[in-house]
Nanobody, 129 residues
Framework: QVRLVESGGGSVRAEGSLRLSCVAS????????MGWFRQVPGKEREGVAS??????????YYADSVKGRFTISLSDTKTTVFLQMNNLSPEDTAMYYC????????????????????WGQGTQVTVSS
């Protein structure tokens, strides 16, 4: 079992920044990827960013909509994953979820919700214009 707890959400004006954190506990050594997803009411959950856990030098993946604005990173202990979000826009408003997977994913699956088997409770991000 892997437990994930997110923090860092809040309200910010457009062009502002937020940093989300997700602390993982439990059998974290068994995770291959951690990622951030987001969901707006009435829409499907979508992948935002993900990072490999056990490669020599982490590999990161980003949705096109956030490339150049968001950065995913790991703590030195690999028990916390961060999402630095810069130049936020109202379109980034959503509930953000941290996820982890013990599945071996292909790069094409790195942002696929179905590939992840552990989820946090979510943290709300609201961006006003």
């Amino acid at each position: 079992q892997v437990r994930l707890v997110e923090s860092g959400g809040g309200s910010v004006r457009a062009e502002g920044s937020l940093r989300l954190s997700c602390v993982a506990s439990g059998y974290t050594y068994s995770t291959y990827y951690m990622g951030w997803f987001r969901q707006v009411p009435g829409k499907e959950r979508e992948g935002v960013a993900s990072i490999t856990m056990h490669t020599v030098g982490p590999v990161t993946y980003y949705a096109d909509s956030v490339k150049g604005r968001f950065t995913i990173s790991l703590s030195d202990t690999k028990t916390t994953v961060f999402l630095q979000m810069n130049n936020l826009s109202p379109e980034d408003t959503a509930m953000y979820y941290c996820a982890a997977t013990t599945n071996v994913l292909t790069p094409r699956q790195a942002l696929y919700t179905g590939g992840y088997n552990y989820w946090g409770q979510g943290t709300q991000v609201t961006v006003s214009s």
